[in-house]
């Protein structure tokens, strides 16, 4: 993930905006562990070993308008 100038780290894709896409990427890792081959440990946003709802939260709630 980039760190936007505001200090959020929600771009997963770095190309400036927190968007559609970045929420994508972690709804194509969703209900994943650690463990599962599909996981991603960087779209484990609050590093608790599985890819849920307190992971996409934070993306909705930053997205850019």
Known sequence: SC????????DLDCN???DDTDIGMVVLK????SGDPEYDPT??????????ILDIMPLVNSKNQ
């Open 3 to 10: 760190t936007m100038p505001d200090g959020n780290f929600y």
């Open 16 to 18: 400036g905006k927190i």
């Open 30 to 33: 969703w209900n994943t562990a």
């Open 43 to 52: 779209l484990d946003l609050d590093g608790d070993g599985y890819i849920g």
